[in-house]
């Protein structure tokens, strides 16, 4: 599986963790489906004011607030376009997932959220400029698997409906 990730899209979350500083940020992912086990993401959300600086946990009425906005934008084409997980900030560690992240979204996929699959993005800032991130991808009854995660030079995250 291939992440990809406009330069628009890395620009401003590079902005919202500067902002944040250690204080862990995130939100929800949104994107298309680009076929071939690839998707792109188009918007997300990200909630500024829950973390802390060892934890981070969104809350969902602003974040569904931004998933029912992207489907009205789209056209409600959730063959193409739909929600692809979570992502958050980690300042001080590293960007792989830790035991609570891994225990969260393997929840998120074992029914409780009703989604069939879902990404988890971790990011973080080094050096003050440069965007590092890792990916994983959930699917209930497997074990997570690392999705390749590739800036995306050519696109931006414009949304584009035919």
């Not at 929800?28 to 004011?49: A, H, I, N, P, W």
């Not at 990404?119 to 991130?133: A, E, G, H």
Request: hydrophobic share 35%; glycine share 8%.
């Amino acid at each position: 599986m291939q992440l990809l990730l406009p330069n628009e899209v890395v620009r401003n979350m590079r902005r919202h963790l500067l902002r944040a500083g250690r204080r862990e940020i995130g939100g929800m992912l949104m994107g298309e489906d680009l076929g071939d086990q690839r998707f792109r993401v188009l918007e997300y959300s990200v909630d500024t004011k829950s973390g802390t600086t060892t934890s981070f946990h969104r809350e969902a009425e602003e974040h569904d607030r931004a998933l029912s906005a992207f489907f009205e934008k789209t056209g409600s084409d959730y063959a193409r376009f739909n929600y692809l997980g979570e992502w958050h900030s980690h300042p001080s560690f590293s960007v792989q997932p830790s035991l609570h992240d891994l225990h969260a979204m393997q929840d998120l996929v074992d029914g409780t959220g009703g989604v069939n699959f879902a990404i988890l993005l971790i990011s973080r800032l080094r050096w003050y400029w440069r965007f590092d991130c890792s990916a994983h991808l959930f699917v209930q009854g497997y074990p997570p698997t690392t999705v390749d995660v590739t800036q995306d030079h050519r696109s931006t995250s414009r949304i584009k409906v035919n």
